[in-house]
């Protein structure tokens, strides 16, 4: 069908109208596209000054209905699924819909070691959105992915920028958005609840009880494998579709997976921190007596689900990602999958939707996919392939898509290169590093910053010394993005207490270790306004931007430690790696199954390059310890623990809920940040 457009789409923002120009349809709607002048944005005209909180400033500005959003941007009512009024969820056939298009500009959002001053990178990625949509009138997405509850209850907040930089509604951005996390947690614990329900039940059953219940008789008196089982038969080489054709061993071999239970890494989850759940005992009721086992609790992000959802094409792909994920080995160190539990298609049913990416927008009207949480210090840290796929063909040729990769370059933007542009094929024009002058100066050697105390002197005034020497994490950073080929703009989230002279000391730096551009940014503040410069400069560097220089940092041909090895010294600045032996065992046994040709997912510490949260600025003289290696095949990677690493969180003293509360008259959402 055809959508005749009629007009420009009104509608009141406070004391303005906000104007979304329907996108106009080709005869042919294969073959639609934005048309120059179409793809608008509204700038924000009601500025306060000093800013109001970020929950304040969302509530006070109307979100468009996201039907509208869907509209403007090129998609068809049918390829969108509305969940309320103002968010959604884009169907995958969109994708074919819109193969014809050349993709736009691809940009990956990242940033210098995290610090408890912030940095701004979330409030950067929508800011500098909002500037080249809404101020430079570029067609424009900025990719997200879904806060977690554990840090939005806990410490850090949400996630969905700040000040004039946000996401909107950022209460539902922030908290349970479309569900995709509890679809993922659900799933996760179905498949630790068959883990240990299968092991029961193999320890209580002889081998035919066990075929009586797998494959029982009908009232015909035959028997049947259900479709999945026959993943299963082709992995024991046993070609029979006939159940009674089996012979005793066939069946034994069939019935029994034989788990190891000290091999399992399938560990169940809950999207909160709850440091009392890093160690539990499972099997303590009397009905499970002489079954214990030991385990632990993760946070529902960490799930290799949530890699799954991230780095798959497709729902093809996600059903064999969600198939072959490797729970532990058996006692003859055969790895165990999902599919040999019989589960990958429950799995894939309880995750049907999770696979669409959610539509949302910011403050000025810029199209937002939120899609996918992987955390970068215990995961890969990147949103969802699809989510940039489809973005990158509804902006064109001439387009934006900026993707934000979690915590520093060392943890998100190296996992977005090494491990999701291997998988999606997709090559980056260009990165933003974001770092401010406050986070430079504790990197430098700056006093310790505590919590409802006032910050020390040197934060708040002119100190070029410090400054200085905390700009080597930046240029290590830089540095870092070049070897990928891939060429570097620097924002400067600026404060009101940065001098000048702090200022082009940052920009000095940056541009002395090969950055094409630094720019300062006020869209904190100032919303897309504070960004245009910023703006301006990546477009400059993304028509100059060479893509055929890309290059990943390893072939997947080495060894596993050679590809850690590799990450430690070139990202890193390690001396060398060290491995437990536990380690050891564990890199032996991926290596003899198998799994040992994937990219390396390092659970590392985001506070620091090295291993040791405490180390700032560029380490030297330390070496990289390994104290556990997993493997997620799904997923498709392998992934050291690094240290003390958890990844299960645990709650402050004073955490982040105690300002959270509910208007019981209006229904607001107060506290939220």
Same mark, same amino acid.
């Given at each position: 069908?055809?959508?005749?457009?009629?007009?420009?789409?009104?509608?009141?923002?406070?004391?303005?109208?906000?104007?979304?120009?329907?996108?106009?349809?080709?005869?042919?709607?294969?073959?639609?596209?934005?048309?120059?002048? %179409?793809?608008?944005?509204?700038?924000?005209? !009601?500025?306060?000054?000093?800013?109001?909180?970020?929950?304040?400033?969302?509530?006070?500005?109307?979100?468009?209905?996201?039907?509208?959003?869907?509209?403007?941007?090129?998609?068809?009512?049918?390829?969108?699924?509305?969940?309320?009024?103002?968010?959604?969820?884009?169907?995958?056939?969109?994708?074919?819909?819109?193969?014809?298009?050349?993709?736009?500009?691809?940009?990956?959002?990242?940033?210098?070691?995290?610090?408890?001053?912030?940095?701004?990178?979330?409030?950067?990625?929508?800011?500098?959105?909002?500037?080249?949509?809404?101020?430079?009138?570029?067609?424009? /997405?900025?990719?997200?992915?879904?806060?977690?509850?554990?840090?939005?209850?806990?410490?850090?907040?949400?996630?969905?920028?700040?000040?004039?930089?946000?996401?909107?509604?950022?209460?539902?951005?922030?908290?349970?958005?479309?569900?995709?996390?509890?679809?993922?947690?659900?799933?996760?614990?179905?498949?630790?609840?068959?883990?240990?329900?299968?092991?029961?039940? !193999?320890?209580? %059953?002889? *081998? %035919?009880?066990?075929?009586?219940?797998?494959?029982?008789?009908?009232?015909?008196?035959?028997?049947?494998?259900?479709?999945?089982?026959?993943?299963?038969?082709?992995?024991?080489?046993?070609?029979?579709?006939?159940?009674?054709?089996?012979?005793?061993?066939?069946?034994?071999? /069939?019935?029994?997976?034989?788990?190891?239970?000290?091999?399992?890494?399938?560990?169940?989850?809950?999207?909160?921190? *709850?440091?009392?759940?890093?160690?539990?005992?499972?099997?303590?009721?009397?009905?499970?007596?002489?079954?214990?086992?030991?385990?632990?609790?993760?946070?529902?992000?960490?799930?290799?689900?949530?890699?799954?959802?991230?780095?798959?094409?497709?729902?093809?792909?996600?059903?064999?990602?969600? &198939?072959?994920?490797?729970?532990?080995?058996?006692?003859?160190?055969?790895?165990?999958?999902?599919?040999?539990?019989?589960?990958?298609?429950?799995?894939?049913?309880?995750?049907?939707?999770?696979?669409?990416?959610?539509?949302?927008?910011?403050?000025?009207?810029?199209?937002?996919?939120?899609?996918?949480?992987?955390?970068?210090?215990?995961?890969?840290?990147?949103?969802?392939?699809?989510?940039?796929?489809?973005?990158?063909?509804?902006?064109?040729?001439?387009?934006?898509?900026?993707?934000?990769?979690?915590?520093?370059? *060392?943890?998100?933007?190296?996992?977005? /290169?090494?491990?999701?542009?291997?998988?999606?094929?997709?090559?980056?024009?260009?990165?933003?590093?974001?770092?401010?002058?406050?986070?430079?100066?504790?990197?430098?050697?700056?006093?310790?910053?505590?919590?409802?105390?006032?910050?020390?002197?040197?934060?708040?005034?002119?100190?070029?010394?410090?400054?200085?020497?905390?700009?080597?994490?930046?240029?290590?950073?830089?540095?870092?993005?070049?070897?990928?080929?891939?060429?570097?703009?620097?924002?400067?989230?600026?404060?009101?207490? *940065?001098?000048?002279?702090?200022?082009?000391?940052?920009?000095?730096?940056?541009?002395?270790?090969?950055?094409?551009?630094?720019?300062?940014?006020?869209?904190?503040?100032?919303?897309?306004?504070?960004?245009?410069?910023?703006?301006?400069?990546?477009?400059?560097?993304?028509?100059?931007?060479?893509?055929? %220089?890309?290059?990943?940092?390893?072939?997947?041909?080495?060894?596993?430690?050679?590809?850690?090895?590799?990450?430690?010294?070139?990202?890193?600045?390690?001396? &060398?790696?060290?491995?437990?032996?536990?380690?050891?065992?564990?890199?032996?046994?991926?290596?003899?199954?198998?799994?040992?040709?994937?990219?390396?997912?390092?659970?590392?510490?985001?506070?620091?390059?090295?291993?040791?949260?405490?180390?700032?600025?560029?380490?030297?003289?330390?070496?990289?310890?390994?104290?556990?290696?997993?493997?997620?095949?799904?997923?498709?990677?392998?992934?050291?623990?690094?240290?003390?690493?958890?990844?299960?969180?645990?709650?402050?003293?004073?955490?982040?809920?105690?300002?959270?509360?509910?208007?019981?008259?209006?229904?607001?959402?107060?506290?939220?940040?």
């Amino acid at each position: 069908y055809q959508r005749r457009v009629r007009g420009s789409f009104l509608r009141p923002r406070g004391s303005e109208q906000r104007v979304f120009h329907h996108y106009l349809p080709f005869a042919n709607p294969s073959s639609r596209r934005f048309i120059s002048g %179409q793809f608008k944005m509204s700038k924000l005209t !009601e500025i306060k000054d000093p800013v109001p909180s970020d929950i304040d400033i969302a509530q006070s500005i109307p979100p468009a209905p996201i039907i509208d959003i869907a509209r403007q941007v090129g998609l068809l009512d049918s390829e969108l699924d509305l969940y309320g009024k103002f968010k959604g969820k884009v169907h995958l056939n969109t994708l074919e819909r819109l193969k014809n298009n050349k993709d736009g500009n691809y940009v990956v959002i990242t940033g210098i070691n995290p610090t408890p001053l912030g940095e701004g990178k979330t409030t950067t990625a929508v800011g500098l959105s909002q500037a080249i949509g809404a101020h430079l009138n570029k067609r424009v /997405f900025v990719n997200l992915r879904q806060p977690s509850q554990g840090p939005t209850f806990g410490i850090k907040g949400g996630a969905a920028g700040g000040g004039y930089s946000q996401i909107i509604p950022m209460e539902e951005f922030n908290l349970h958005l479309t569900g995709d996390i509890h679809a993922i947690s659900a799933a996760n614990n179905l498949l630790a609840a068959a883990i240990d329900a299968r092991m029961f039940h !193999e320890a209580t %059953q002889t *081998d %035919q009880q066990l075929f009586n219940r797998l494959c029982p008789t009908s009232k015909s008196g035959e028997r049947k494998f259900s479709a999945i089982m026959f993943r299963r038969l082709k992995k024991l080489g046993i070609e029979k579709t006939n159940p009674s054709d089996l012979t005793p061993e066939e069946v034994s071999k /069939f019935v029994r997976l034989d788990i190891d239970s000290s091999t399992i890494t399938w560990n169940r989850v809950v999207d909160i921190n *709850d440091r009392f759940l890093r160690g539990v005992t499972t099997g303590t009721a009397p009905t499970e007596k002489g079954h214990e086992r030991k385990t632990q609790f993760d946070i529902s992000v960490a799930s290799e689900i949530m890699a799954c959802l991230a780095l798959t094409t497709s729902m093809e792909d996600y059903r064999e990602r969600l &198939g072959r994920m490797v729970i532990g080995s058996s006692k003859k160190g055969v790895p165990i999958t999902a599919d040999d539990l019989g589960i990958g298609g429950a799995l894939a049913v309880l995750l049907k939707d999770t696979i669409m990416p959610n539509l949302m927008q910011t403050l000025e009207g810029t199209p937002t996919f939120v899609h996918a949480g992987p955390f970068a210090n215990i995961a890969h840290g990147n949103s969802s392939i699809i989510a940039d796929q489809i973005a990158l063909k509804l902006v064109g040729e001439d387009g934006f898509v900026l993707t934000e990769a979690g915590f520093g370059a *060392d943890m998100g933007m190296e996992k977005f /290169f090494n491990i999701k542009c291997r998988a999606s094929g997709l090559v980056p024009n260009a990165a933003v590093v974001v770092a401010t002058v406050r986070a430079l100066k504790m990197h430098g050697g700056g006093p310790e910053v505590v919590a409802g105390t006032p910050l020390p002197f040197a934060y708040t005034e002119e100190n070029l010394e410090l400054l200085a020497a905390g700009c080597q994490n930046l240029q290590h950073h830089i540095r870092n993005c070049l070897k990928f080929g891939v060429p570097v703009a620097v924002a400067i989230n600026k404060f009101s207490t *940065d001098s000048d002279k702090e200022i082009e000391l940052v920009k000095a730096k940056a541009l002395e270790a090969g950055a094409q551009a630094a720019c300062v940014c006020t869209n904190f503040q100032h919303g897309g306004a504070g960004a245009v410069e910023l703006a301006e400069a990546l477009v400059n560097v993304c028509k100059g931007a060479d893509r055929t %220089q890309f290059k990943f940092l390893y072939p997947l041909e080495l060894s596993v430690k050679e590809k850690i090895a590799i990450i430690a010294k070139e990202i890193y600045g390690a001396d &060398g790696v060290s491995y437990s032996e536990t380690a050891e065992k564990r890199i032996a046994l991926y290596e003899s199954q198998g799994f040992g040709g994937v990219p390396i997912c390092m659970a590392k510490t985001h506070l620091s390059l090295s291993h040791d949260p405490k180390l700032k600025g560029v380490p030297k003289g330390f070496v990289i310890p390994i104290r556990d290696v997993r493997v997620s095949v799904g997923a498709g990677f392998i992934y050291p623990l690094v240290g003390e690493m958890s990844t299960m969180p645990g709650l402050p003293t004073r955490p982040a809920f105690f300002d959270i509360d509910i208007d019981t008259k209006t229904g607001k959402i107060v506290g939220l940040s």
